[in-house]
């Protein structure tokens, strides 16, 4: 390892030397070196800079995935109070109506007693006073 970038070979000599018959070519091409880097530490550092940044970012990834489990369970949550707030509130409304309900048909049954019991007491004083004008009636017949 005595320097630090090898020559590997000459590209633009040996693209030149198989193809003598096109003049441009000469012009188009320059030599150039191929190279190898012989660089073990900085190559190796580059890679754990790079697995260390991978894993950052993993962890960057976690934290943000498991911030945002966090918001959806407390939005659900809240969600789910809401909707049972809201259950309670109808099941109050509903047992309310009925209720009304109940107080309005007791109501009505009552009025409806009422109505039968006074016609049929005055049907029964009706009654009674024509059972009185049909004694007198006989007993003046007889």
């Known amino acids: 390892m005595a320097s630090l970038t090898p020559k590997v070979g000459l590209v633009g000599a040996a ?17 150039r070196y191929i190279q190898a880097s012989s660089h073990d530490g900085s190559a190796r550092e580059a890679v754990k800079q790079g697995a260390d940044e991978a894993m950052n970012a993993a962890g960057d990834m976690k ?13 659900t949550q809240d969600l789910a109070g809401k909707v049972s707030e809201t259950a309670q509130e109808v099941t109050e409304k509903a047992k309310q109506t009925v209720q009304d309900a109940w107080g309005s048909a007791k109501d009505t049954a009552q009025k409806a007693k009422d109505t039968v019991l006074g016609k049929a007491e005055e049907s029964k004083e009706s009654v009674q006073r024509n059972a009185e004008q049909i004694k007198k009636s006989m007993n003046t017949k007889n």
């Not at 030149?16 to 320059?30: E, G, M």
């Not at 934290?63 to 939005?75: C, E, I």
């Open 63 to 75: 934290n943000k995935a498991y911030s945002t489990v966090q918001q959806v369970s407390h939005n």
């Open 15 to 31: 693209i030149a030397r198989r193809s003598t018959s096109n003049p441009r070519l000469f012009l188009a091409t320059t030599q």
